[in-house]
């Protein structure tokens, strides 16, 4: 029997955010079992983090209400997946959860230093019967039965990125703080300007990601693979829409957001009818 988990206590974590500029504040607090995860903004606006209420896919994952939308969710919401946190309220007082260092390890560490509480209510779990895939183009996702969760991830770029692949073993919270939660979010740098032109990637910086000038970086790299294990940071926060414990393999070529948040939506719906997941 697997339990959901929660915080053991609240935290608070401020910065800018990657496409707005704009500073933020997010406070993480327990939730009680079954509540999910969801954001709470400033205008008292609960968003939950389910793929209904994805807004957008366009460089990062957005999720929206009728009147409010929150911007690049998926580095905090793989974090919380990632260290095992089933049931979390996301309080930010801005329109974006702050970016941090680009990647998921400030989120990570904090949860890790609040601790996370068991609840002693079964956790809904996803485990497919079958395989499963999803297609857009050359891009590709496959989900197949597995005893645990594990992800495989292939990227093709021009260089100096290339060709990168990576197996993962068990996603467990001691390798995912280890291994995937450290990897920055990236851009080549031409890409980068042309947000920047289109009032994007306001907040960007070679403080918080791995840009990519010519044949080489600008700044040293945390893993010689870091574009891809950050592909699979930001699948995992995808993954986390379907709010169930993911227990299966996952295949993805090339991917993005959009192609996962089609994903979950496919999925999710059987998954709700056969246990009441939220």
Do not use: W
Not at 72 to 80: G, R
Not at 150 to 176: A, E, H, M
């Amino acid at each position: 029997m697997e339990y959901q988990h929660t915080l053991a206590r609240e935290f608070s974590l401020s910065g800018v955010g990657l496409h707005t500029g704009c500073r933020s504040r997010l406070t993480i607090s327990p939730a009680p079992p079954h509540a999910g995860l969801s954001f709470v903004l400033s205008d008292g606006s609960r968003i939950p983090a389910v793929p209904d209420a994805v807004r957008s896919t366009e460089r990062c994952t957005t999720l929206g209400s009728a009147t409010s939308q929150v911007h690049t969710v998926e580095h905090v919401l793989a974090a919380l997946v990632g260290m095992d946190v089933d049931n979390a309220i996301l309080s930010l007082d801005g329109e974006e959860v702050p970016i941090m260092d680009g990647s998921a390890l400030p989120f990570a560490q904090a949860i890790d230093d609040a601790g996370v509480a068991e609840q002693r209510v079964p956790r809904s779990i996803f485990e497919p019967q079958a395989p499963y895939s999803r297609r857009d183009g050359d891009k590709l996702v496959v989900i197949v039965p597995a005893l645990d969760f594990r992800v495989n991830f292939f990227v093709s770029f021009p260089k100096p990125v290339g060709i990168q692949f990576i197996q993962t073993p068990t996603i467990t919270p001691d390798y995912f703080l280890r291994e995937i939660a450290p990897n920055r979010t990236f851009g080549f740098r031409a890409e980068v300007e042309n947000l920047y032109a289109r009032g994007l990637a306001l907040g960007g910086s070679l403080d918080n990601a791995v840009v990519i000038e010519g044949d080489g970086y600008m700044g040293p790299l945390r893993f010689s693979d870091e574009i891809v294990r950050h592909k699979v940071l930001d699948l995992m926060g995808d993954f986390a829409l379907l709010g169930a414990r993911p227990r299966c393999e996952i295949i993805a070529l090339k991917s993005g957001h959009a192609l996962h948040v089609g994903a979950v939506r496919e999925l999710r719906t059987p998954l709700r009818a056969a246990s009441g997941a939220r």
